[in-house]
T-cell receptor
């Protein structure tokens, strides 16, 4: 089955700086790579996703890049703001077995 | 109203008790999922269902069972709860295999 590794487990950045979270996956058949944000007391919510036929996707301050050859993908958040503080999960899949999630990154935005 | 709802939101129960967590969705999705979240371990899949007649085990199904009563309802049962089942439980839905999963607000379960 699929195995997803996510790093770092905790990331602290100054407000206004950029944050990068990285994930690797093992199954070359995976073709869908979403990123979820989980705020305290809430369920995960999709913030951006990318499919294997695309190398990069951007939505305002958030971008995701995918390297299929190396089997890794990354989340980039620019100009971080206090409301970006949350736990972020990457996931890989798209086949019949659904998604496999990484263990999460706790992003802390320092004022 | 929320698209995916879970009841109860919080539950404390004793070892050996049977407990059921319920999930309902108004998104009209065929696929439903139950996940467990533990600190530092991310989201792990317990069971998933592609339609009312299709139930599949996930990564950590031991000690759990599910029932898909209708397209909109998917319940998770712990037949005899044990303390290491203390966790946050999430239900999710999706339209197709490669589509976004929509999560409920979660149920915090404590087994004493």
């Amino acid at each position: 089955g699929e195995n997803v590794e996510q790093h770092p487990s905790t990331l602290s950045v100054q407000e206004g700086d950029s944050a990068v979270i990285k994930c690797t996956y093992s199954d070359s058949a995976s073709n869908y790579f979403p990123w979820y944000k989980q705020e305290l007391g809430k369920g995960p919510q999709l913030i951006i996703d990318i499919r294997s036929n695309v190398g990069e996707k951007k939505d305002q301050r958030i971008a995701v890049t995918l390297n299929k050859t190396a089997k890794h993908f990354s989340l980039h958040i620019t100009e971080t703001q206090p409301e970006d503080s949350a736990v972020y999960f990457c996931a890989a899949g798209g086949g019949a077995d659904g998604l496999t999630f990484g263990k999460g990154t706790h992003l802390i935005i320092q004022p | 109203d929320a698209d995916v709802t879970q009841t109860p939101r919080n539950r404390i129960t004793k070892t050996g008790k049977r407990i059921m967590l319920e999930c309902s969705q108004t998104k009209g999705h065929d696929r439903m999922y139950w996940y467990r979240q533990d600190p530092g371990l991310g989201l792990r899949l317990i069971y998933y269902s592609f339609d009312v007649k299709d139930i599949n085990k996930g990564e950590i199904s031991d000690g759990y069972s599910v029932s898909r009563q209708a397209q909109a309802k998917f319940s998770l049962s712990l037949e005899s709860a044990i303390p290491n089942q203390t966790a946050l439980y999430f239900c999710a839905t999706s339209g197709q295999a490669g589509d976004e999963q929509y999560f409920g607000p979660g149920t915090r379960l404590t087994v004493t």
